[in-house]
């Protein structure tokens, strides 16, 4: 039996819950002008609108929608793979899945009412629902490609997410003055139903698709970011002066003397964080001194609330986009080397084990000695080349690893988990193409900063905690019972043999795995089915790094809750009220959260964006490889893989290997079988591949077996199997010509 017609299914959904819509037979509904279909396709239709809980049969076989009194309001979240998540408001916060089917001309943010499927979940699967309505769009604009339609233009979007075309009305820009296939954004009109065409005015002209710049403005339309600032948030900034007079200074400690340096990655586009370090006896005192924003960032001001809109920086592939104004960021507040600067110092003391002693807070004056970055840094702890950094700091350096290597030793003894996943660099030409791909590098100096960094954070924290003020905290909450289900049974589709069920599970099974190929595939895994962090007024602690208490301070130039702890912690210092109350924080903290998911995602794509982009000009080249790949799952028709290099990830489909025959897939083994129980791959194996096809739109990438001679494209391979068809044919004419030549004689 066929499955009924979609169109059919929302067609009989709307009319029957229609005020007024009286109970009728299904041979009724058929005949009503409004639904137009055959009796068969009406009872179909009505027994799919039964199983999801959407209509229901009562006396006399006559169909009413289904009452959904716990209809519930969400934000709904869209993969890239088609299917919805609906999150739920506090405090219940449950999650929902939404068939790809009912996600319609819904989008990513909004605000919809969905009702809860009478279908119960499997084991380890997340409640179903269906979406009623479309309560608030959170995007108001859209960026794609304009289409000159036969009736009506419209706009294909640009984010894969979205799967519904926009139709454009002739209001605003006329769309004939732009070419078609050219870039443009629309600003949406009032929601409409999931099942109906979004309707849209076009506001503004990108350019052509292949001009340099135009598929990260599509981006940033489309996550809702906005490069420049308002002339009166610019001027505000420009009004401040960058060297500190008498009276910003007075009041301050002074540690212009002290060894204070800073450590970042060498294309940073902000110092925020500086650090010393000093013997006491057999311990040390350890200074983390970060710019101290909040003098020059007052509440309600301008340029605070311009901050506060932005919630954070956002660094994509090709560009920064600030928090503050380019000049507060890169020179004011930035702790460059060799100038005075202010900030906000925590002093800690430790002990010989690293144990922390007692902790100091305030605001001061720093004149960096130097501006290190990891790279630099990584060569002197190896010992590769010690002259590029001066060598007045080299005992520092040195003191530093040994105390941020005792430190990570602690805090992984303690039950941190590390997770840690390489990042991609991508380098791009003057105008936006990607010329290389790499690994980001120094993991010893990177290190070194972020166990000062982490304990900064802890000590402000505790600080805030036990003065019993409203406070932000960096909170991590304990997968749910579901996510441990789930997080188990995808490191066991992995081939691996041990239940991750509690966090000594996890830490049992990252020693197994670390340093081999399946390390990252594992990782990955694992960090999928973890709660995401969050900022809170309740001090829950942070599971992935084992801290009862944890907070963010550390980056006030591009984070705007570290500019609030640091208001807090001032009030604090002086002795004053406390700067916000529980219920500000409260929606400060939700539309933090809310930003911060959105940059992340948005600094995601852009390198996904440009990596596709690498591999496509690459195969116009004809560079299609070898490139080495690692086996991260394996599927029923192939085998994921991901490039050891660029963690580009594609798919080898089984019809492009060179042995034929069948093959078995054991997926809770990781593994591929061939003939007499031959294993032929395995989770973790690193197989050389060629780029067979690069599909930007939909965002794929496609893989075949490297042969040294041989290897083709997708449309190579497509084209030799037309001519092989051919040649089939042809062949195929000849011998049946020569069985008709056999026959005639045999007669």
Known sequence: MNDPSPSLVHRLHDFLRRAGSRPMKAHDLAAHPEIGASARDVRQALRELERTGKAKKIRGNRWVEAQAPDRVAGRLLITFSGYGIVITDPPDSAEYFIPPSEIGSCMEGDRVE???AAVRPRAGQKQEAHLIRVVERKIKQVAGKLVHGRYYAYVIPGDPRMRSTLHV????????????????????????????????????????????????QMLMANRGIVQAFEPGVVDAAQAISPTPDASAIAGREDLRDWIILTIDPSDAKDYDDAISLTRTGDGWELGVHIADVSHFVTPGSAID????????????????????????????????????????????????????ESVRTGRSVIH???CLNYDQVQRFLSGEDAAEIPESLHPTLRAMDKLATRLRRKRMANGSIDLSLPEVVCTLDDQGTPISLKRRGAAQAYHLIEEFMLLANCAVAERIRAAGVPGVYRIHEEPSEDQWAQMNLDVRNLGIAQDVLSRQGIDQVCALVRDTPQEYAVNLAILKNFKRAIYSIECLGHFG???????HFTSPIRRYPDLLVHRILDRLDTRRKPAYSANELEVLCLHATETERNAQAAEQESLEIKRLQFYQLALQRGDIGPYPALVVGVAAKGLLLELVESLQRGFLSFDTLPR????????????????????????????????????????????????????????????????????????????????GKRSRRSR
């Open 368 to 370: 960096s000695k130097a």
């Open 305 to 356: 609330t311009e901050a506060k809109n932005r919630g954070n920086s956002v660094y994509m592939v090709d560009r920064f986009v600030p928090m503050l104004p380019k000049y507060l960021t890169s020179e004011v507040c930035s702790l460059r080397a060799s100038v005075d600067r202010l900030a906000y110092s925590v002093h800690m003391t430790l002990d010989a084990d690293g144990e922390l």
């Open 660 to 739: 034929s025959g069948h093959y078995r897939v054991a997926r809770d083994q990781g593994r591929v079988y061939g003939g007499q129980s031959k294993v032929l791959f395995t989770v973790g194996d690193v197989l050389d591949v060629a780029i067979a096809k690069v599909d930007e739109g939909k965002r794929q990438v496609e893989f075949v077996p490297w042969k040294r001679e041989g290897t083709r494209s997708a449309e190579g391979r497509e084209k030799g199997k037309r001519q092989d068809r051919g040649k089939s044919r042809g062949q195929g004419a000849g011998r049946n010509a020569a069985r």
């Open 545 to 551: 790094l084992a801290f009862d208490c944890y907070t």
């Open 169 to 216: 009305s002739e209001a605003g820009l006329p769309p004939d003055s732009i070419p078609d296939g050219d870039i443009v954004v629309v600003a949406l009109d009032e929601p409409v139903s999931p099942d109906r065409s979004q309707t849209s005015r076009l506001i503004q002209h990108l350019g052509a698709p292949g001009d340099p710049g135009v598929d990260m």
């Open 114 to 116: 969905v009702s809860p």
